[in-house]
């Protein structure tokens, strides 16, 4: 069954205190469905038309958990902590494997 991966591009963060508020509720709610980080923040070297912006992956055993887990109350939580305070690009997509 092929994994479920969340992948976020943070365009502006325009609250950090937001930010960091939904931070501690989405790590939880990640956690809690079985999702793994490998990728928040860190160094991105861009290329072609891209933007290094801060960048976030989060692993799931499957695309469907991926889904629930977004769709979770407790997520849905973490995005009202986080509400206006960053303009990003959220993406929940289907692994190879």
Same mark, same amino acid.
């Given at each position: ?17 937001k ?23 860190? $160094? ?9 912006? $801060? ?35 959220? $993406?929940?997509?289907?692994?190879i494997?």
């Amino acid at each position: 069954m092929p994994k479920g991966y969340w992948v976020s591009v943070y365009r502006t963060i325009s609250d950090p205190e937001k930010l960091a508020a939904y931070n501690k509720l989405a790590r939880l709610a990640v956690e809690a469905g079985g999702g793994r980080t490998f990728v928040r923040g860190g $160094r991105v070297v861009a290329h072609d038309a891209g933007i290094a912006e $801060r960048t976030v992956l989060v692993e799931f055993d499957s695309f469907e958990q991926a889904v629930a887990v977004h769709e979770s109350a407790a997520y849905q939580e973490a995005l009202v902590a986080l509400s206006d305070g960053v303009e990003r690009d959220f $993406r929940i997509v289907e692994g190879i494997e």
